[in-house]
């Protein structure tokens, strides 16, 4: 079963508008952590925000916020304002628990463009 | 300063060789991982190393093998290497094996022709 599901494979947004980006999981675990990811063009993973699943408040990085609805099991992207540089493929991941260490277990991806 | 790091960025090889990738970390943390991204984008965990460790292997073929001579290095080395081992592969890490985002390499793309 899909423990990381984003249902969006793509969205096209026009600039300085706000954008969500779907993320929802699937865990019995009662402690466990969801981040987003955003990877450009050129390749690299840049880590954007993270949430704890004991956090009591929406985890927020400058225009990024993470809309947490614990019992919806969901984890949006919130991007405010959006800029051209905002196109790009954004990965919703849980941490998981296994074996004493832990893991991200990752979405499949969605691929934002952000139009002038 | 980067991160982390990875060598070699591209690397284009026939089927059958070996080859390694190399990832080193400057962020003084003590755990390592190995994950494999693949043509349609999906990321997945090989392997991790927690103080040169080997704590999570994710049912990857015996032709892959990682090594981490220290905490800061975490190399993988590929056997026998066949088509569908083309991808692009990351290297991360983390601080502690509970907690902590994981910080990503800038990725090498691996082609097998």
């Known amino acids: 079963a899909q423990k990381i599901t984003q249902t969006q494979p793509g969205m096209f947004v026009q600039e300085k508008e706000a954008v969500t980006l779907d993320c929802t999981y699937d865990?019995?675990?009662?402690?466990?952590?969801l981040f987003w990811y955003k990877q450009p063009s050129s390749g690299e993973m840049i880590f954007l925000i993270y949430?704890?699943?004991?956090?009591?408040q929406n985890a927020t990085e400058g225009r990024y916020s993470l809309n947490f609805q614990k019992a919806r099991k969901s984890a949006n992207l919130v991007i405010s304002a959006s800029q051209l540089g905002d196109s790009a493929m954004y990965f919703c991941?849980?941490?998981?628990?296994?074996?004493?260490?832990?893991?991200?277990?990752f979405g499949q991806g969605t691929r934002l463009t952000i139009n002038p | 300063d980067t991160a982390v790091s990875q060598t070699p960025k591209y690397l284009v090889t026939q089927m059958g060789n070996d080859k390694s990738i190399k990832c080193e970390q400057n962020l003084g943390h003590d755990t390592m991982y190995w994950y494999k991204q693949d043509s349609k984008k999906f990321l997945k965990i090989m392997f991790s190393?927690?103080?040169?460790?080997?704590?999570i292997n994710e049912t990857v073929p015996n032709r892959f093998s990682p090594k981490s001579p220290d905490k800061a290095h975490l190399n993988l080395h590929i056997n026998s290497l066949e088509l569908g081992d083309s991808a692009v592969y990351f290297c991360?890490?983390?601080?502690?094996?509970?907690?902590?985002?994981?910080?990503f390499g800038p990725g090498t793309r691996l082609t097998v022709t």
């Open positions: 991360a890490s983390s601080q502690g094996v509970r907690g902590g985002e994981q910080y």
């Open positions: 949430q704890g699943s004991y956090d009591q």
């Open positions: 991941a849980m941490r998981e628990r296994v074996q004493g260490a832990q893991k991200l277990v």
């Open positions: 190393y927690n103080n040169k460790e080997l704590i």
């Open positions: 865990t019995s675990d009662p402690s466990y952590g």
